[in-house]
């Protein structure tokens, strides 16, 4: 028998509490039950999204709301920014080209920093702009961006909207949509909100509702407007996915019993103390600004980070993720977000220092898993 313990960045760890509540009878999603748990579910959300807005719920992947923040607001012919700075920010453009959105790219070096400089002289360059997409934390570099210093430019251009796919962020660390000026916030239920695969949210501001009034991208599954009727009435306009809902209102209470900034002050001390037991090992971290939902570290040289990566769910029951794309065997990943605590920190770096002795990597065995317990203890 080996235990498992999952240190990806999607999905993440489920409480017991709520696999727990997601195991109860099945009730119909018309039912004043059902209702009663989406209202809940309605001001968790808006808590968690720092909105007074209503927050969307579809039954999909994050790329589910991804692609409505562009259905539902822009037209063909438009322009868009996009930050291309990892797998994710080319998903961005790659649905805008679906939908004959004009892209304009910022393309950024896998890893690098985002200067929020560029985003205004790109939207200087290019009159007529409509939205700015980036990532608040691009899951495939474990870079973080400056979200706030960007939405402060793009809110002094009100023909212009700020789109902020926040699926490894929300719940990581501040992203208060209304305080900043976020207008699109987008999240996926795998992530912090510790619940399987199968949600995705939209926090709307309301000036991105009046760009929903002109927009004449087809749509049909993903359409806000009638989202945002049927949410009035505590329900969802085609059959929700129940038992997620069911375990999202679980979650929800969890993190507020807990309380945001104590949430943020965790992960933070968690994704620090994997970074410290990483270089205590003679690794280095891969982005320059670390997001402290999840930790990209370059292999040693001569390893092959897959094998590492492998080896450590393999072997060990350690599940972290590999790289991706131009990272693939270069970096491994380990992530922080969601149910996890320090002695989830201290398996994820006993089992690489088990791994890098497997695979022939020279260091002092111990050294990375003390690190790791210094930081958590600082």
């Avoid at 209503?54 to 992947?61: G, K, M, N, P, T």
């Avoid at 003679?282 to 997001?291: D, E, K």
């Avoid at 002695?343 to 790791?372: H, N, P, Q, R």
């Amino acid at each position: 028998m080996q235990k498992r313990y999952l240190l990806a960045p999607g999905p993440t760890q489920i409480p017991p509490e709520v696999l727990l509540a997601m195991a109860a009878p099945i009730i119909h999603h018309r039912n004043p039950l059902f209702e009663a748990i989406v209202e809940e579910v309605r001001g968790g959300l808006k808590y968690l999204f720092g909105t007074k807005n209503e927050v969307l719920i579809f039954a999909s992947s994050g790329t589910g709301a991804m692609e409505g923040a562009i259905t539902n607001v822009l037209s063909p012919g438009d322009k868009a920014i996009v930050v291309r700075a990892g797998k994710f920010g080319e998903r961005w453009a790659n649905i805008c080209k679906a939908y004959g959105v004009e892209t304009i790219p910022i393309d950024i070096p896998w890893g690098d920093n985002l200067d929020p400089a560029i985003i205004e002289k790109t939207i200087k360059a290019n009159p007529g702009v409509k939205a700015v997409y980036t990532q608040a934390t691009e899951t495939s570099t474990g870079a973080r961006f400056p979200i706030k210093e960007i939405a402060e430019i793009v809110q002094s251009y009100p023909e212009t909207l700020m789109v902020v796919d926040g699926i490894t962020g929300i719940g990581v660390f501040e992203l208060p949509m209304d305080a900043w000026g976020i207008d699109i916030l987008v999240g996926g239920s795998q992530k912090a909100l510790m619940l399987p695969p199968g949600l995705a949210f939209a926090g709307v501001s309301d000036k991105a509702w009046e760009f929903t009034k002109t927009s004449k991208i087809p749509r049909f599954y993903f359409n806000w407007t009638k989202e945002l009727d049927n949410l009035f009435k505590n329900q969802t306009n085609f059959t929700p996915a129940v038992s997620l809902i069911v375990g999202l209102r679980e979650s929800l209470r969890m993190i507020k019993q807990e309380g945001l900034e104590n949430v943020y002050k965790r992960i933070d001390s968690l994704a620090r103390a994997t970074r410290e037991g990483a270089i205590a090992l003679g690794l280095q971290i891969f982005a320059r600004n670390p997001s402290p939902a999840v930790t990209a570290i370059y292999a040693p040289p001569g390893i092959d980070g897959q094998k590492i990566y492998k080896t450590m769910w393999q072997k060990y029951g350690v599940t972290g993720a590999g790289g991706q794309d131009q990272l693939k065997g270069k970096v491994f990943r380990i992530a922080t977000l969601g149910y996890a605590d320090n002695y989830d920190v201290i398996t994820a770096i006993a089992a690489l220092e088990f791994t890098l002795k497997d695979l022939g990597y020279s260091f002092s065995m111990g050294s990375g898993v003390a690190a790791a317990i210094k930081a958590l203890k600082e």
